[in-house]
């Protein structure tokens, strides 16, 4: 496939995606919106449609908790029965939490890492490009910034008691990153109560078993959801009572750069002095704490297993966050560098192109056909393309923007793909999969489409 080729299908991807005024992650697997995948939409929709990318972060909003917390789902009331597990039913007694929003049930009471901001702040960068609806994305910007505020001030306090500059997680679908290694042995620790019956719904929409989560650790998603509805979702109790309680790097590392974006939103918007003190402050602290979770003997970032009081060893995409965060350390940022270059990772001979798998092959707990447990996944392509390219490192920022094109050339806009094959996996036109490649395309000769 050409580049426009490639453009014409990500934005009939988007389309076909589209449900008004917000997009379903992908086709049948996921058919409600998704937090952070809502965020890396709306970076693409920016190119095909301004308004309606603004729209895509503002219908979210709407249904953000009232302790700032931007819920991980929000339920389309629309979806045909049985089509998602566990669906808005099976999160019903979430809306019994005070901090629940008002209405009816229709949001789950976990949260996913915040690229909110980053995209918010991408809108007005589009449009200044383009020099076309400026006003209208400063506009944007000033409704959406309290609520981005009110919801890096929810990650920075309720999340992070110890002010340590971490995230804290109650449960895996928090990181965003399922059923990575980066959680295997803190979900072994965790003992299975009495969990409902259920069934595996996410089996009936792909090709083989194989490339979702396995049995065991889906027993242990169901129970912590249990845990966290008994405990109506309050985080106070949650940091008592919780058996899985983790410090997440990668989230703390997005949340550094999205604080970044938050800042310069101020400026835009005209916020208070002390709020860009605080995002300041906070930024200065996400550093420090990622820092502290360096580990130089595997020269990556760990998370940390707050009940078990240790370092959560494994190699995986996660451990590059102070590369994403822009950390100050240059020694850290080249040993990062290197050993995302390393056999250990893009520079394994055997991969169909170097592009980070996102668990090493090198780790014990790498299956290249499993999901988060080593296939890549493009919308993190963008991620560490978009965090090179702020690292001043532009060349290897290329080089991996033309592979992880290369990867999309198929037409498929897989959710992740088979790292040695290059094989795609899991969902096939996976909206932020798209919208990943619009972003990437927009800025070269080819015209864009609109929605
Ligand atoms: C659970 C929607 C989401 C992504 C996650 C990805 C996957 C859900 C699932 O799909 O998670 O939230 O059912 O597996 O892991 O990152 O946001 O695309």
Redesign the pocket.
Known sequence: MQPEDIIARAAEVLRENDMGEWTR??PT??PHQ????TAFIAIGLAHLDSGRAAREILTLLQYQWKNGKIP??VFNPDAPPES?FPGPEHWASAADSPDAPSGPSLT?G?C?PPVHAIAARHLLTVAEARGEGVAEAREFLGEVYPKLFAWHRYLATARDPESSGLVTIYHP?E?????SPRWTSALERVEVGEIPDYERL?LDHIPDPAE??TGYEYDRFIWLVEVIKHARCDDTVLYRTSPFLAKDVLASAILVRANEALLDVTEVVGAPEEEGTMIRAWIERGRKGLDERWDPGLGLCLDYDLRAGEPLAARTIAGFAPLIAGTGRAECLERLLRVFESHAFTGNPDLRRPLPPSTSPNDMGFLPRN??RGPVWP?MNWLFWWSLERSGEQKRAARLKDCALGQLSDGRFG?YYEPFTGEALG?DD???TAAVALDWLAEGEQPLPTL
Request: charged letters at 15%; glycine letters at 4%; a negative charge.
């Open positions: 992650a992908s697997l996921y998704w937090s952070w995948d991980h789902i998602y789950s976990l996913q679908w990181s965003g990153t399922d059923n996410d979702r989560p999901y988060w919308v959710e969902s996976q909206s932020w």
